[in-house]
């Protein structure tokens, strides 16, 4: 398993380094939305970083207005999710 770090800008930062001659070997999407994308270097190391759904992430227009999650102010809300049954 590859080291790596959950970040808040991942679409950005995964185009700032693909900017400069590094794609992702590999790009991800887990079930829940989490994104992930693995680098790796000449010498075979990966790394990777990873990031929130993208439908989490809100819209300048609503970060300037002030609009989101009141504890995380670059964040929309997600909903809520309930349990299923019990055995």
């Known amino acids: 398993m590859a080291p790596g770090l959950f970040v808040d800008d991942f679409g950005d930062r995964v185009a700032r380094i693909a900017a400069r001659g590094l794609e992702p070997v590999r790009r991800e ?9 693995t680098h790796r270097d000449p010498d075979g190391n990966e790394s990777g970083f990873g990031g929130a759904p993208a439908e989490a992430v809100r819209p300048a227009a609503a970060r300037a207005a002030g609009e989101g999650h009141p504890d995380r102010p670059d964040r929309v809300p997600l909903p809520r999710r309930t349990r299923g049954p019990t055995s």
Not at 32 to 37: L, M, P, Q
């Open 29 to 37: 999407t887990c079930a829940n939305g989490v994104r992930k994308a």
